[in-house]
């Protein structure tokens, strides 16, 4: 049996390095990406949260705002299993 060289040659570690580690990189954004939430638009932000500032002492008298969200007055009614 004849002893061939196997030894690797620098580009080919590279690409053993590179590919996994750019898979890895490009799995985890787009894990970030697709669990964080979605943003209002600016411009539906902004008339949201004036109109929240201008009728939440009313809401908040009344208990219907927790944390600047709207609650249902009722929980909603849950389905029966069959």
């Known amino acids: 049996m004849s002893d ?5 040659s620098v580009w080919q570690l590279a690409i053993i390095i590179v590919i996994p580690l750019a898979l890895l990189c490009g799995w985890i954004i787009t894990i970030f990406m697709v669990a964080r939430e979605p943003r209002e638009p600016s411009a539906h932000a902004a008339a949201a949260s004036s109109a929240a500032a201008d009728s939440s002492a009313a809401d908040e008298a ?4 927790v944390g600047g969200r709207d ?7 849950r389905r029966l299993a069959a």
């Not at 061939?4 to 690797?8: G, R, T, V």
């Not at 009344?62 to 705002?65: D, E, I, P, Q, S």
């Open 4 to 8: 061939m060289n196997s030894a690797l």
């Open 62 to 65: 009344a208990g219907a705002t």
């Open 71 to 77: 609650q249902p007055t009722e929980p909603p009614a």
